[in-house]
């Protein structure tokens, strides 16, 4: 209802092509509260310092502008069977979104929040 309502006005306000909620609450619940492991393959030392402060999002009410988003989708998509195939200590897809879109940041502005 109303989060979603939310989600939907900042993107027609702001411009931006993903809308989805964070866990302020507990950052770092599908990995078991590691906020390092797992992480995507190749990042340098900076770049892990940031992973570690990327917290994650919530699965459940996603919004994106297919047309911007596509190569994050396939990115979420490839870090969920790279997770199955490592057997990686996590919850739940949450894990492989936070990957997804912390690469979308990084890719789109060289820096991630």
Known sequence: GVEV???FARLSVTGAHIGLSMHYTDPFEMTFKNATHPHPPDLDHLQLLNWAGHI??????ILFDLRMTAPM?????RTIERHVAE??????EQAALREATF????QAD???P
């Open 110 to 112: 060289g820096q991630c």
């Open 73 to 77: 989708l396939r990115t979420y998509a």
């Open 56 to 61: 994650e999002r919530n699965g459940g009410v």
């Open 103 to 106: 690469m979308h940041i990084l």
């Open 87 to 92: 057997r990686a200590s996590v919850k739940s």
């Open 5 to 7: 309502a939310e989600i």
